[in-house]
């Protein structure tokens, strides 16, 4: 690999560039991430980040001619003035990753969609699963929900750096450096939008595989997650594609095959990203042809995910003097999975419409609880500002006898 750069080319640079839309097999080096906002290279206070990330698997190829089509498609919209697309790129920054295993696809590229070889081309260079790479956090939630501990932002192991390969390096570190808040990885091999967990709490019984439902504690939000893909999506919805049945085509991933290391468990356990799952053909790498009816099938369900993201909750936390404050806790009764304020103060909590009781917390501050409700539209803004607490100093029992000295000598009567 000539590098493992995270390039960011900026909405302005990449829509002079755009070409005509076409319909083929495209070829790149490096990771390259191509961000689309109207002040690129910088976090927006309060406008949320959101990633696409292809490619995973070298061979399963769609995912990645997809999300390049997808940034001709926004580039072109948003210089012919689209309404939608123009809003989307206002309030939302967007990162695509088209191929986060650019030495697989060149293998699998190589041997040509007519080739039988079903896994060539699925690993990296080192012949290493990606989605089988990251640092395994289910195995300490199922410790914590067992024996008691957190379940979300759960830390790294000091050595996770030489545990991992350079491309899964990479993309963590890019996580991150980012306060990310929704996020979809695509994928081939069957057409269903899957959600966490995807590793069950018994991985292996007996030596095979099983399955089991793993839901996590905002599994009705992953439900709703993958429904708005696979039913904006042409076809995924039917729920019968490639030989399987999935209904409404979502899945529970555990319930499906339960799988370690991977990608989307580790957004949700480390990070305040939450990331489904999207596989989206029965052929990994489908013939140049088939392409435009591909891109057809998903182009809505693309956009409609990304704007998925403002919902919910989100606001400012700030200190008695308006400081920003930095990771934060944001809390929601009922919910137990905590969400952080990002470097600029502000914080994003995905959720259904209801009402909740949410309360943030600070070291060093008096926590503040406040009830909202949220509808079905625009996220609802919910600021907290938190006072510094005042340390509680506790007498001595000199100090108490001596008060009480003190109101006996001058009480009346």
Known sequence: MSGLLSVFLHLFLLCKLAAPVTFRHRRYDDLYVLEFSDYPGIHEPLEPEVKYVGNMHGNEVLGRELLL???????????????????LVQDTRIHIMPSMNPDGYEVAAAQGPDASGYLVGRNNANGVDLNRNF???????????????????????????????????????????LNFVLSANLHGGAVVANYPYDKSLEHRFRGFRRTANTPTPD????????KVYSYA???????????????DGITNGASWYSLSKGMQDFNYLHTNCFEITLELSC????????????????????????EQVHQGIKGMVLDENNNYLPKAVISVSGINHDVTSGDHGDYFRLLLPGTYTVTATAPGFDPKTVTVTVGPGEPKRVDFQLKRSIPQVTESPAQHLEADSYQSKYSPG
């Not at 089509?69 to 809003?87: D, V, Y």
């Open 283 to 306: 052929d990994k790498f489908p013939r140049q042809e088939e392409l435009q009816r591909e891109w057809l099938g998903n182009r809505e369900a693309l956009i409609q995910f990304l």
């Open 233 to 247: 999506h042409g076809w995924m919805h039917h729920g019968w594609n490639c030989g399987d049945y999935f209904p």
């Open 135 to 177: 640092p395994d956090l289910n195995t300490y939630i199922y410790y914590n929900e067992k024996y008691g501990g957190p379940n979300h932002h759960l830390p790294l192991p000091d050595n996770w750096k030489s545990q991992v390969e350079p491309e899964t390096r990479a993309v963590i570190q890019w996580i991150r450096s």
């Open 219 to 226: 599994d009705k939000l992953f439900q709703k997650l993958a």
């Open 69 to 87: 089509q997808l940034s001709e498609f926004l580039c072109e919209e948003f210089r012919s003035a689209n309404p939608r697309i123009l809003r």
